[in-house]
């Protein structure tokens, strides 16, 4: 079954960037061109917030509060993708975590549909000099 | 707007039926999905489409939706039910992923 790992440091200084990295286990990260592969991250005791995802082909959204500061690539090669965040502060520290964003199915009035069905197991990661 | 909107915290009796809802100007054109989410573990998918559970997912879940409010329905609630949960879709026009503010349901 496929399973993600993220990877990185845990500390990061204000001002500097952030650098994550998710290996994939067990499929292709290329093997169904409609899926996506994402971060999320969680701060303590709040909420989920997306950060951005990459389709195989190198196909990226962003969320929009974030889109100046993050860059998300792919390596299909490795089986990993990765994630950039620049000029991080104390509001950047959360758990990250990568996950697949599953091409589930299509409904003629509702569109396409997507479901993040594997996670990682998340990764701390705390800015602070 | 596409932002979702869901009551942070419910609570249900052990063995009883509780709805959580979400609310959103978008969701009479997209499927919501829902995220079960226990401290300290990464979240979990439990319902997607119109009303599909993925492998594992007990039978007690269940999802619909009438014009803007998606909602997750939990029939004969588990002691191991109680979690945050989250409700999700994608955007169609920016193909971006929305996530709401996460419901914490306490069983009783």
């Known amino acids: 079954q496929v399973q993600l790992q993220e990877s990185g440091p845990g500390l990061v200084k204000p001002s500097q960037t952030l650098a994550l990295m998710c290996t994939v286990s067990?499929?292709?990260?290329?093997?169904?061109?409609?899926?996506?592969w994402g971060w999320v991250r969680q701060p303590a005791g709040k909420g989920l917030e997306w950060i951005g995802h990459?389709?195989?082909?190198?196909?990226?959204n962003y969320n929009p509060s974030l889109k100046n500061r993050v860059t998300i690539s792919i390596d299909t090669s490795k089986n990993q993708f990765a994630l950039i965040l620049t000029s991080v502060t104390a509001a950047d520290t959360a758990v990250y975590y990568c996950?697949?964003?599953?091409?589930?199915?299509?409904?003629?009035?509702?569109?396409?549909?997507?479901?993040?069905?594997?996670w990682g197991q998340g990764t701390t990661v705390s800015v602070s000099s | 707007s596409s932002e979702l909107t869901q009551d942070p915290a419910v609570s249900v009796a052990l063995g009883q039926t509780v709805t959580i809802t979400c609310q959103g100007d978008s969701l009479s054109r997209s499927y919501v999905t829902w995220y079960q989410q226990r401290p300290g573990q990464a979240p979990l998918l439990v319902i997607y489409g119109k009303n599909s559970r993925p492998s594992g997912i007990p039978d007690r879940f269940s999802g619909s939706d009438s014009g803007n409010t998606a909602s997750l329905t939990i029939t004969g609630t588990q002691a191991e039910d109680e979690a945050a949960y989250y409700c999700s879709f994608r955007d169609r026009g920016d193909n971006r992923v929305v996530l709401g503010g996460g419901t914490q349901l306490t069983i009783l």
């Open positions: 996950a697949r964003d599953r091409y589930l199915g299509l409904s003629t009035r509702r569109g396409y549909y997507y479901g993040m069905d594997v």
């Open positions: 067990g499929d292709s990260i290329s093997s169904e061109p409609r899926d996506s």
């Open positions: 990459i389709t195989p082909s190198g196909s990226v």
